[in-house]
């Protein structure tokens, strides 16, 4: 298995920004996924979970209404759009596979190294 | 949410010797507990999940323990490579939320 993010960088709060997360070794369209953020020097926060379909997407409430999580399973790419953003966004954001189609709360079986994205004007 | 609570905020423990990590939750998580080691600059690694079933290719050093609100993490024979940062993280109840770490020095 392996998940491998892209698109973080230095963005000016209010701008937006995409994350991709490429994957490969597990059947992608059978997973749900999920985008875990980890501010520097905190602990892990979760963002959001989309189903193996996308038919079903969930949002913590620091991000519900700015960021939007999507998936391409015939590119077994995940996405994470930042729109809005804030200072206090900055942070890594990693990818993360759970062993069910669901969109319910899992553990995380294997994740990405992370991208990270800063705010900062 | 389920609040979750690890302590101590670190430990220090001499190599060979047993690490043990606590997490309460503030509600009762049944066994849906899972437990994350975070290596300096890594991503966070599965290490055991359901409470006590140890993830794949995980050595047998670690091992967790507990239901309910109360588990443990103990590390049986402290290695170098053992230095980092642990998660633990519950999902009963969407959201699942995590505990704030707790950090494994070698002393």
């Known amino acids: 298995v392996q998940l491998v993010e892209s698109g973080g960088g230095v963005v000016q709060p209010g701008k937006s920004l995409r994350l991709s997360c490429v994957a490969s070794g597990f059947t992608f369209s059978s997973s749900a996924m999920h985008w875990v953020r980890q501010a520097p020097g905190k602990g892990l926060e979760w963002v959001a979970v989309i189903s193996f379909g996308g038919s079903h997407e969930f949002y913590a409430d620091s991000v519900k209404g700015r960021f939007t999580i999507s998936r391409d399973n015939s590119n077994n790419t995940l996405y994470l759009q930042l729109g809005s953003l804030r200072v206090d966004d900055t942070a890594v954001y990693y990818c993360?596979?759970?062993?069910?189609?669901?969109?319910?709360?899992?553990?995380?079986?294997?994740w990405g190294q992370g991208t990270l994205v800063t705010v900062s004007s | 949410e389920t609040v979750m609570t690890q302590s101590p905020a670190t430990l220090s423990v001499s190599p060979g010797d047993r690490a043990t990590l606590s997490c309460r939750a503030r509600q009762s998580v049944n066994s849906n507990l899972a437990w994350y080691q975070q290596q300096p600059g890594q991503a966070p690694r599965l290490l055991i999940y359901d409470g006590s079933t140890r993830a794949t290719d995980i050595p047998a050093r670690f091992s967790g323990s507990g239901s309910g609100t109360e588990f443990t993490l103990t590390i049986s024979s402290l290695q170098s490579e053992d230095s980092a940062i642990y998660y633990c993280q519950q999902y009963n109840k969407w959201p699942g939320t995590f505990g704030q770490g707790t950090k494994v020095e070698i002393k």
């Open positions: 993360a596979k759970v062993d069910s189609p669901y969109s319910g709360a899992s553990y995380f079986d294997y």
